[in-house]
């Protein structure tokens, strides 16, 4: 089964706008860790934010935010004031347990940002 | 600057042959990881390492090798035994077992068959 879905494969976004990309997690662990990176076509990965299971609050790094509903088991990225620079492919990944470093990838979403 | 570094960026590889991609990081992590991407996909992992001398199969061992004799380096070695090795594959690393850490992953190698 899998554990973390992208159901976007692409998404278009005006500048200036803000952009929601979504993410849902499949789990029995009650202790998780939820990772989002951006991938430029460069093909680096870059770490962008993170959410731990237990943290009450929701995650912000600058311009992305997490919008975690943890009922719902989902873990949506959202990026405010999108830029052109945030074009670039966006992977949702879990870290499943507390004793494991292991990463399971979502099949990411492809962000486009036009003028 | 730490970071992690692979090479070569582009490979080859002709029928039958092995080859030996390079990942090396300075940020004095303890844990090393391989992946494995193709067009269109997330990443899947080959095998990783937690420790020098040890190391545990991924998703998608089959066909790969590894070794880890020093803490600053992972190589992965793509067999003749991989019947479809072209792909784009990532070395990236973090701290054992400190679970918010995210991995940094090097810029990737190439790989294709002649």
């Known amino acids: 089964a899998q554990k973390i879905t992208q159901t976007q494969p692409g998404m278009f976004v005006q500048e200036k706008e803000a952009v929601t990309l979504d993410c849902t997690y499949d789990?029995?662990?009650?202790?998780?860790?939820l990772f989002w990176y951006k991938q430029p076509s460069s093909g680096e990965m870059i770490f962008l934010i993170y959410?731990?299971?237990?943290?009450?609050q929701n995650a912000t790094e600058g311009r992305y935010s997490l919008n975690f509903q943890k009922a719902r088991k989902s873990a949506n990225l959202v990026i405010s004031a999108s830029q052109l620079g945030d074009s670039a492919m966006y992977f949702c990944?879990?870290?499943?347990?507390?004793?494991?470093?292991?990463?399971?990838f979502g099949t990411g979403t492809r962000l486009q940002v036009f003028p | 600057d730490g970071g992690i570094t692979q090479s070569p960026k582009y490979l080859f590889r002709k029928e039958g042959q092995n080859v030996t991609l390079s990942c090396e990081q300075n940020?004095?992590?303890?844990?090393m990881y391989w992946y494995r991407q193709d067009p269109g996909q997330g990443l899947r992992l080959i095998y990783y390492?937690?420790?020098?001398?040890?190391?545990q199969k991924g998703d998608i061992a089959e066909g790969y090798s590894v070794s880890r004799e020093k803490k600053e380096s992972f190589p992965l070695t793509v067999t003749s035994a991989q019947k479809n090795p072209t792909a784009f594959y990532l070395c990236?690393?973090?701290?054992?077992?400190?679970?918010?850490?995210?991995?940094?992953f090097g810029d990737g190698t190439r790989l294709s068959i002649l």
């Open positions: 959410q731990g299971s237990y943290d009450q």
């Open positions: 390492s937690q420790i020098v001398n040890d190391f």
């Open positions: 990236a690393s973090n701290w054992a077992a400190v679970g918010n850490q995210p991995q940094h």
């Open positions: 940020l004095n992590h303890d844990a």
């Open positions: 789990t029995s662990d009650p202790s998780y860790g």
């Open positions: 990944a879990m870290r499943e347990g507390h004793n494991t470093d292991k990463l399971i």
